[in-house]
């Protein structure tokens, strides 16, 4: 029969066993050390978060080994400096670069740089829709399909005239698509012609840099944005041949940047 002093070192034993462990006492106080540890490591993440928006505050991009958007390549246009990127977010294409001048007191003028862009396979679906084979040089007649086509395009103007107002500009292209106009059919259209700028304000603003797009849209819709907000959308079949025409037809803004374009059609067969 044990003895009391051996029952109560069993109960002692029996108490040390099954009690939960003592937590460690910091400055009189009990101190969980597991709730520490995690503590710590929430720190450590919270620094770490922070060196990571920070990275990106400076470099201005998402850290390695995040997505990061494709950069896409440009060309530049050689007289002006200006740059447009090869391929556009909606998949059309670059296929020229040029530069439009304008004579000011007996001066050539540099006014903005321009790229012209297209979709290929629709432009090759044009193309061998009418020649069984590439022709030896681009053609009167592969440039002529090209203006009178519904064929989505884009001529993007870089302006490089520090002087420019949007006055000269709606004058500009006045005077432009007035001439291309009479070139198609003879007459003169000046109400047409001045629907191209629309309701642009001649409050904008422009300076070197500034970006004008105008597109030709399916259903032969020309739409102009000036810094990003659209400020026409006209449809109008002989205005759409008539912007493209400035570009691609027997008086071309600039011929090289024509010659460009029409080699670039040779190579899509």
Same mark, same amino acid.
């Given at each position: 029969?044990?003895?009391?002093?051996?029952?109560?070192?069993?109960?002692? #034993?029996?108490?040390?066993?099954?009690?939960?462990?003592?937590?460690?006492?910091?400055?009189?106080?009990?101190?969980?050390?597991? @709730?520490?540890?995690?503590?710590?490591?929430?720190?450590?993440?919270?620094?770490?978060?922070?060196?990571?928006?920070?990275?990106?505050?400076?470099?201005?991009?998402?850290?390695?080994g995040e997505a990061e958007k494709e950069e896409v390549p440009v060309q530049v246009e050689p007289k002006t400096g200006v740059s447009f990127p090869i391929r556009l977010d909606d998949g059309k294409q670059l296929?020229?670069?040029?530069?439009?001048?304008?004579?000011?007191?007996?001066?050539?003028?540099?006014?903005?740089?321009?790229?012209?862009?297209?979709?290929? #396979?629709?432009?090759?679906?044009?193309?061998?829709?009418?020649?069984?084979?590439?022709?030896?040089? @681009?053609?009167?007649?592969?440039? #002529?399909?090209?203006?009178? @086509?519904?064929?989505?395009?884009?001529?993007?103007?870089?302006?490089?005239?520090?002087?420019?107002?949007?006055?000269?500009?709606?004058?500009?292209?006045?005077?432009?698509?007035?001439?291309?106009?009479?070139?198609?059919?003879?007459?003169?259209?000046?109400?047409?012609?001045?629907?191209?700028?629309?309701?642009?304000?001649?409050?904008?603003?422009?300076?070197?840099?500034?970006?004008?797009?105008?597109?030709?849209?399916?259903?032969?819709?020309? #739409?102009?944005?000036?810094?990003?907000?659209?400020?026409?959308?006209?449809?109008?079949?002989?205005?759409?041949?008539?912007?493209?025409?400035?570009?691609?037809?027997?008086?071309?803004?600039?011929?090289?940047?024509?010659?460009?374009?029409?080699?670039?059609?040779? @190579?899509?067969?």
């Amino acid at each position: 029969m044990p003895t009391i002093v051996e029952d109560v070192i069993a109960k002692t #034993q029996m108490v040390d066993i099954d009690s939960p462990p003592k937590e460690e006492k910091l400055n009189g106080k009990e101190h969980d050390v597991s @709730s520490g540890e995690t503590q710590t490591k929430a720190a450590q993440e919270e620094q770490e978060n922070k060196k990571v928006q920070e990275r990106k505050a400076i470099d201005g991009k998402e850290p390695h080994g995040e997505a990061e958007k494709e950069e896409v390549p440009v060309q530049v246009e050689p007289k002006t400096g200006v740059s447009f990127p090869i391929r556009l977010d909606d998949g059309k294409q670059l296929k020229a670069v040029g530069l439009r001048k304008k004579s000011m007191l007996g001066l050539g003028i540099k006014i903005y740089g321009f790229g012209i862009y297209a979709d290929n #396979q629709r432009l090759k679906d044009l193309l061998t829709s009418k020649f069984e084979k590439a022709p030896a040089k @681009s053609t009167k007649e592969m440039y #002529q399909m090209v203006i009178d @086509s519904d064929l989505g395009m884009m001529v993007q103007l870089v302006i490089v005239f520090s002087s420019l107002t949007m006055s000269m500009v709606r004058k500009n292209f006045d005077e432009g698509l007035g001439a291309s106009i009479k070139k198609l059919t003879g007459g003169k259209n000046e109400e047409l012609a001045k629907k191209i700028m629309g309701e642009a304000s001649d409050d904008i603003k422009l300076t070197t840099g500034s970006v004008i797009e105008i597109s030709r849209l399916p259903g032969y819709i020309l #739409q102009t944005r000036v810094k990003g907000e659209v400020v026409s959308s006209v449809e109008s079949e002989l205005l759409c041949r008539a912007y493209i025409h400035m570009y691609l037809g027997d008086d071309p803004f600039d011929k090289e940047a024509k010659e460009k374009f029409g080699m670039s059609l040779l @190579s899509l067969f």
